[in-house]
């Protein structure tokens, strides 16, 4: 009958002692990854809008999202700022698609609709309602909301003018959101700063956009307990 040697491959193998250290190598090289992986995620915005935040007819990094996200670089948010906007888009869009444009996990969203609204004379009460249900869909997933206000054209009736500007601020001290006025602003009636169209910004209409709402988008972040590191680039 013959007697066979286990092979020293399989005696390491099975020796409790090999065994044990194998494990707690293992154990102090994962320990040394997750050491040195980072102690924070960067902090995410959505820019939740439609063609005037989007970057309509603009390379991408031209377009808001990216601007923005470059401007608060520069002043030390560690952030993403992701284009989560359609081209076209109404509120009632916006509210059919926010689960999905909006993913969980979700810190902030800067919420820009309903010029298109305004531009096909929608009732102001529907307006008013879906983005109403747009802000309380996002504070039900615990994502804070920075509402971005949209002025009627001077062509349409007063009235209408007068009720849809209404229904920005009504909203916010409503929901208790933080609001900026007019998306817009600073670059109505500069025409050098549209597209072609008269309705669009342009590359440089986009960095005035953003340095207009910079400081409003950085205290919201300071009221979510962000702070910047003071690391500028």
Known sequence: MNHHRPSKLRARRLHPYGLVRRLCQSATASLLVASAAPAFAATTIAA????????YQL???AAFPAVLEAALRRDGYDVTVSNAAVSGDTTQGGLERLDWSVPDGTD????ELGANDMLRGVDTAVTAKNLGDIVAGLQKRHIK????GMYAATEL????????AAIYPSLARR???PLYPFFLAGIIGHPELHLPDGLHPNAAGVKVIVDNILPTVEETLRGMGVKPSGVKG
């Open 48 to 55: 939740f809008g439609d063609s005037l935040s989007a970057g």
């Open 59 to 61: 390379p991408a990094d």
């Open 108 to 111: 902030l969203a800067i919420v």
């Open 145 to 148: 909301v920075l509402l971005a």
């Open 157 to 164: 009736d007063g009235g209408y003018r007068e009720r849809f």
């Open 175 to 177: 929901d208790g959101v």
